[in-house]
Structures are given as structure tokens and as C-alpha cells.
């Protein structure tokens, strides 16, 4: 399966805040917006310099107290930002994620341009999903033999 099917059926959206905002913003979006991560983007530039995830928040408020909800997300930001692209395969992708340690991956198209965001659930989803119907087309194909056979 290709990333590109995924981020089409998940939708194409990627919230970002600038690195200088304070990281309450960012968990501020997350709750919003029921995602598990935004972009960090400095000033309006399109290229994206870090990712702040759930993981990323819990870190720094388990590090610093509350005053770090205060501070840059430039500060906590994951980087380099785990990427992929949307021709990419979905099963490779969730094995460089988990080689990494990271749940979130930013998807590139064709252009350069920001595709979308995959999360390691959604590829576990999708895998599982495919996986399911491939075992559905298998039984299916088995019984229809069976029914076929003389008795």
C-alpha cells in the first residue's frame, strides 16, 4: 500500500505554529484540532524545521514544570522531521518510524510540497486493513475451489 491512499483517505490536513510560539500554542492546536501533532514552521516559510507531538509536550513539561508551556517550541521541537513520501510504501514507512522511535511522519508529494501527516496508527490501520482483505479475497477464493470440486 502506498502512503499516498492513506493521506487520501485520512485527509490532507497539517497544522502548523511558528518556533517562536510558546508551546502552549502547539498543545493548544493539538486539543483543538484532536491530533496528535503540528508542524513547526519558521516565520511563513513552507519547509517544516521540526515536529511537536504529544511526546514532545510531556517531555518538556516533565522536565521544566508548567513555566516550559511558556517557552519556544523551537526549544522541544523533534528534529530532523521524519519524513516520506506519497509514493512511498506504507509498511516501509512504519518500519523507519519504529527504527525511530517516532510516531509522526511528514508525507512530501511529487511537487515538494506538504502532502500531509501519517501517524503510525494510521498506517497500522491501513496495513491491517489490507491485510484483512487480502485474507477475505484468499478464503473466498479457497471456498469457491471447494464448492468446485466433484463430491
Known amino acids: 500500500m502506498k502512503i499516498a491512499a492513506i ?5 490532507r490536513q497539517f497544522e502548523t505554529v511558528d518556533e517562536m510560539a510558546p508551546l502552549s500554542e502547539a498543545a493548544d492546536v493539538m486539543h483543538r484540532k484532536a491530533i496528535g501533532s503540528v508542524g513547526v514552521v519558521k516565520g511563513n516559510a513552507a519547509s517544516i524545521s521540526g515536529l511537536v507531538s504529544q511526546q514532545e509536550l510531556t517531555s518538556a513539561v516533565a522536565l521544566h514544570g ?31 518510524m519504529t527504527r525511530e ?6 508525507v512530501w508529494n511529487v511537487a515538494g510540497g506538504v ?3 501519517v501517524s ?32
Request: hydrophobic share 50%; net charge positive.
Open 7 to 11: 493521506v487520501s483517505r485520512k485527509g
Open 66 to 96: 508548567a513555566d516550559a508551556l511558556c517557552w519556544p517550541v523551537v526549544g522541544f521541537m523533534r528534529k530532523p522531521v521524519l519524513s516520506c513520501r506519497c509514493e512511498d510504501d506504507a509498511a516501509e514507512v512504519m518500519r523507519s
Open 101 to 106: 522511535r517516532c510516531r509522526h511522519a511528514v
Open 115 to 117: 502532502a500531509g501527516l
Open 120 to 151: 503510525l496508527g494510521d498506517l497500522v490501520a491501513a496495513l491491517l486493513e489490507e491485510a484483512q482483505l487480502e485474507a477475505g479475497v484468499l478464503r473466498d477464493l479457497a471456498r469457491s475451489r471447494l464448492l468446485a470440486m466433484p463430491g
